[in-house]
């Protein structure tokens, strides 16, 4: 299934779904970002995904995570909440999502072996220096720059 993301876009289509889904922001001993660059389409965000009946939403982090990266992680704190409305995705099955995420910090546990999925065909350690050359959608980029700032209080938005 394709993806095409949206922001302040007024030619978007309308939203017919809004899905709960959960972000990691994994960083790891060298300050490095977890990343997977996305086979829906193309881009590079940090590892997450819709939240699955019977779970907390911290664990959607976990599995995401694990899912598409290989890479076990601890959930810390909270990033920040993700919900505007101008950001929506279409996908190719006539879903049309208005973004609902919530961003958290995390670190690795166990093995470093990253291991790539169908979801994630690519998954790398990007240093902060990196992020720049890669393709990122902006409502991404902005949780990156959260998980690496030091707020007050966790994102609201």
């Not at 909270?78 to 996908?91: E, K, Q, T």
Request: proline share 8%.
């Amino acid at each position: 299934m394709s993806r095409v993301e949206y922001y302040d876009d007024p030619n978007a289509p309308q939203p017919n779904s809004i899905v709960v889904a959960a972000t990691a922001f994994v960083r790891d001993a060298d300050n490095r970002v977890l990343l997977i660059q996305r086979s829906d389409n193309g881009l590079w965000a940090i590892p997450g995904g819709a939240q699955d009946f019977g779970e907390y939403i911290t664990e959607t982090a976990v599995r995401e995570t694990r899912e598409e990266t290989g890479i076990d992680i601890e959930v810390t704190c909270l990033v920040g909440i993700y919900s505007d409305p101008r950001h929506i995705m279409a996908y190719s099955d006539g879903e049309v999502r208005q973004q609902f995420s919530i961003c958290f910090k995390a670190h690795p546990t166990g093995t470093d072996t990253l291991k790539p999925s169908p979801e994630s065909p690519n998954v790398r350690w990007t240093s902060r220096n990196e992020l720049a050359t890669l393709p990122i959608h902006p409502s991404i980029r902005l949780r990156i720059n959260h998980g690496y700032a030091t707020l007050p209080h966790p994102y609201i938005g």
